[in-house]
């Protein structure tokens, strides 16, 4: 059973900077493209950020495009989400997953952008 596990989140000021991390362990992570979503409260979960299971294919939202920048580590079974010049609207809990067929999801890491 795959399991997800995120980390890095936490409380920011405007302008700030987080970088966020999932870990996948229980699936052959190389194989598959993998997002970073978002639920802000009251929301639905959206698709913030996607990659490419080699790396090479990238593409986000328009609102956090030049301000985000998603990566991984294949060898360490890890995505990573840099995320620069944070507003007050990216404030919400960040889950990472595979881009289809999703598995379960995981705890998820709060942001919350406020002064």
């Known amino acids: 059973q795959v399991q997800l596990v995120e980390s890095g989140g936490g409380l920011v000021q405007p302008g700030g900077s987080l970088r966020l991390s999932c870990t996948a362990s229980?699936?052959?992570?190389?194989?598959?493209?993998m997002g970073w979503f978002r639920q802000a409260p009251g929301k639905q979960r959206e698709l913030v950020a996607r990659i490419s299971n080699g790396g090479g294919i990238i593409n986000y939202i328009d609102s956090v495009k030049g301000r985000f920048t998603i990566s991984r580590d294949n060898a360490k079974n890890t995505v990573y989400l840099q995320m620069n010049s944070l507003k007050p609207e990216d404030t919400a809990v960040y889950y990472c997953?595979?881009?289809?067929?999703?598995?379960?999801w995981g705890q998820g890491t709060q942001v919350t952008v406020s002064s």
């Open positions: 997953n595979r881009v289809l067929n999703r598995w379960d």
């Open positions: 229980g699936t052959i992570f190389s194989l598959t493209a």
